[in-house]
């Protein structure tokens, strides 16, 4: 039985590795990767929402009184 002939292993198993360093090297040069993004100015424009000025209360549904 030739699997069990151990002379071979080594070779074979060395140029499985190569064979697939090889290929994923090739798949992945490939991909076009883009470069990174510009950052840009992080300055927010001054947004008006109603709920900024007035004090509001939440109230939960299991403090109010029963009625």
């Given at each position: 039985?030739?699997?069990?002939?151990?002379?071979?292993?080594?070779?074979?198993?060395?140029?499985?590795?190569?064979?697939?360093f090889i290929l994923f090297?090739?798949?992945?040069?490939?991909?076009?990767?883009?470069?990174?993004?510009?950052?840009?100015?992080?300055?927010?424009?001054?947004?008006h929402n109603p709920w900024?000025?007035?004090?509001?209360?939440?109230?939960?549904?299991?403090?109010?009184?029963?009625?």
């Amino acid at each position: 039985m030739p699997q069990l002939d151990t002379s071979t292993w080594f070779i074979m198993i060395f140029s499985m590795f190569l064979t697939l360093f090889i290929l994923f090297q090739l798949k992945i040069s490939n991909h076009y990767y883009p470069e990174n993004p510009m950052t840009k100015s992080a300055k927010i424009a001054g947004q008006h929402n109603p709920w900024e000025n007035k004090w509001t209360k939440i109230y939960s549904l299991l403090s109010l009184p029963p009625q």
